[in-house]
């Protein structure tokens, strides 16, 4: 990792100058020292031109982060519309249920009525057989009493009427029922074709229902459609997100790499510097003791200059975090020794099988990377509090931030500067770099170094 490295680095040049110092105190002055070659020193143009290009990534994160929000505030507007169209689709079915219940309860009340018609009209026609049996029975006896007949062949309106009064006498019963029946066939015949309507309403309803039922699902399926279509789109954004902040992060290498080499160029001229400051101070004190030219006995007034501890620097924590980039979130992962297998939580975690990966969580990411400052506890709540308390407005690298609300704080990350900052985010995802997101900020960054 980039901060054992480091530590490399400082021990190798550590024991350069350890050399040089012994050298010195042997006294040996009469045979030149070869001086280490400098390291690398990148021009400014190169440096500016590194950052230049990392604040471009940046700008493309922070876009594609935008568009990335806006289409999942899309998708979730077409998951609500699908939901909607579902259950306008599960109601045009009911609807078409009931409609083709009433339609089937018409069609038996239209086909009772034509049977209580038909069973009518079939009695009406045997009344009316009778009575016309009985009125030329009569007739044939010699009698006025007859049918229609009866009324046709009288001669005189007195004899019309006397036959009218006879036939009212002897067969008025079997007109009157005569009479019942043709009304009962009238109302039969209403209700048929009353039922008929109700049929043909019912037809109509059940059309109806079934084109709502078509519609219906054809609009769900068109919003399942839009649903798909959102979703692909979704997932090019991210990987697009994904890719250019991988891109950020090598951007953000190079321009750490770059820097790294200025300043080791820079402590090289400063030490090479006081080597030369030391080197003459010997030989002037060589000078002025000629007697002690091969002894070597003297000892030097000043020590190599010691490194300070490992991790005991803002940038000393910054680049331990910086050092576990793409490393799997892991649910409860990560001490200060680095990534460690992550737990069950009997939820989100474990569908992503976090249990089953080495890495961190946003917590255990902090516990590491400022294990050269102090030891904070694996809970970004007591974190919060583990730091001087710091307005947004004067947050600096190396501070960390948190997010949460009235229901505590659930996610905390370290600032880098010009807005970025690095976290292990969420179930899924990996260790990066990523811009500051303002929504659900607290208030406070919480500060452990100056």
């Given at each position: 990792m980039r901060g054992e490295a480091g530590s490399g680095a400082g021990a190798r040049r550590g024991a350069t100058i350890g050399a040089w110092g012994i050298a010195l105190l042997l006294g040996v002055t009469g045979t030149a020292i070869a001086v280490p070659p400098p390291p690398p020193n990148p021009s400014d143009s190169e440096i500016n031109s590194s950052k230049a290009d990392a604040n471009a990534k940046a700008g493309d994160v922070g876009r594609l982060t935008n568009q990335l929000a806006q289409a999942e505030s899309k998708l979730a507007q077409l998951n609500d519309d699908v939901e909607l169209k579902m259950e306008e689709a599960n109601k045009a079915r009911v609807d078409a249920d009931a409609a083709q219940?009433?339609?089937?309860?018409?069609?038996?009340?239209?086909?009772?009525?034509?049977?209580?018609?038909?069973?009518?009209?079939?009695?009406?026609?045997?009344?009316?057989?009778?009575?016309?049996?009985?009125?030329?029975?009569?007739?044939?006896?010699?009698?006025t009493i007859g049918s229609v007949s009866a009324y046709l062949t009288a001669d005189s309106p007195k004899e019309l009427l006397g036959r009218a009064q006879m036939l009212d006498a002897v067969g008025g019963s079997r007109l009157n029922a005569l009479d019942t029946m043709k009304r009962a066939q009238t109302e039969k015949s209403n209700k048929d074709a009353t039922a008929r309507k109700k049929q043909e309403i019912a037809q109509e309803r059940k059309r109806a229902a079934e084109a709502a039922k078509h519609e219906a699902d054809n609009a769900q399926s068109a919003a399942q459609h839009a649903q798909d279509t959102q979703a692909a789109q979704n997932e090019k954004l991210e990987a697009d997100k994904t890719s250019v902040e991988k891109q950020l992060f090598e951007a953000q290498q190079k321009v750490s790499g770059l820097q790294g080499q200025r300043q080791r160029y820079d402590d090289w001229k400063a030490q090479k510097a006081r080597e030369d400051e030391e080197r003459a101070r010997q030989a002037a004190l060589a000078a002025s003791r000629p007697s002690q030219g091969q002894g070597g006995g003297g000892r030097p007034s000043s020590r190599p200059v010691q490194s300070a501890p490992a991790g005991a620097s803002v940038e000393a924590a910054v680049q331990r975090a910086l050092s576990q980039l793409g490393l799997p979130y892991a649910w409860g992962g990560g001490n200060t020794s680095g990534p460690t297998r992550g737990i069950r939580d009997g939820g989100v975690a474990d569908r992503y099988g976090d249990y089953n990966k080495i890495g961190f969580d946003c917590s255990g990411l902090m516990i590491y990377a400022f294990a050269g400052v102090r030891a904070l506890p694996h809970y970004s709540g007591y974190q919060y509090n583990a730091g001087r308390r710091v307005p947004l407005s004067q947050m600096r690298r190396g501070d960390m931030l948190f997010w949460g609300g009235g229901g505590g704080i659930h996610h905390v990350a370290m600032y880098l500067g010009n807005g970025q900052m690095v976290e292990a985010p969420q179930s899924g995802l990996r260790v990066r770099v990523a811009p500051v997101r303002y929504g659900g900020i607290m208030p406070y960054a919480a500060r452990l170094i100056g």
């Open positions: 219940d009433e339609a089937a309860q018409a069609d038996r009340e239209a086909q009772s009525a034509r049977t209580e018609s038909d069973a009518a009209q079939a009695t009406i026609d045997k009344a009316r057989a009778d009575l016309d049996k009985f009125a030329a029975a009569s007739f044939q006896q010699g009698s």
